[in-house]
């Protein structure tokens, strides 16, 4: 049994955090997630239908040496991880843009969990209630290969005065 939280349990407490809750350094990690070959090539058909992720001969061929993931895959088994726990928002992911890479393929068998980190916090001059939130999204597979980083920067918004 992984160490880290079971994908889909939260972090935190249900309510999230809010910004006042943050601070640069902080860390947060995800629960797993297990890259099955059908749901590669199931997604691959629908969103990324390129021969090395639907076809092992083709992908044997190709600069991948054998079947890869789509990226777009993985930053959606990402984001899933990210949303589950591995970001713990109270007002969710709102992402306004960023980096993304896929350092090395993601491969049928590979299990996924994310590592984040707080970058920075700049707050907001004219909206004193929120603040925009860099951040460091790093997707690891099993053997703490990175396959996928991705570094947006997000709304984050305070807590509410009751």
Aim: hydrophobic residues 40%; without cysteine.
């Amino acid at each position: 049994m992984s160490e880290r939280a079971i994908a889909g349990q939260p972090a935190q407490s249900p309510s999230g955090l809010y910004l006042e809750d943050l601070h640069v350094g902080q860390k947060f990690t995800s629960g797993d997630y297990l890259m099955d070959e059908a749901r590669i090539k199931s997604f691959a058909a629908e969103f990324d239908p390129q021969p090395f992720h639907l076809d092992h001969a083709a992908a044997k061929a190709s600069i991948f040496g054998g079947l890869a993931a789509s990226g777009w895959h993985t930053a959606a088994v990402a984001m899933r991880l990210s949303v589950l726990g591995g970001v713990p928002l109270a007002n969710g992911i709102i992402g306004l843009g960023g980096e993304l890479a896929w350092p090395q393929p993601t491969r049928p068998g590979d299990t996924l969990h994310v590592e984040s980190e707080v970058l920075e916090i700049v707050p907001s001059r004219s909206k004193p209630n929120q603040a925009l939130v860099k951040m460091r999204l790093t997707a690891l597979n099993q053997n703490g290969e990175t396959v996928y980083t991705f570094t947006p920067k997000v709304l984050v918004f305070k807590r509410p005065v009751p």
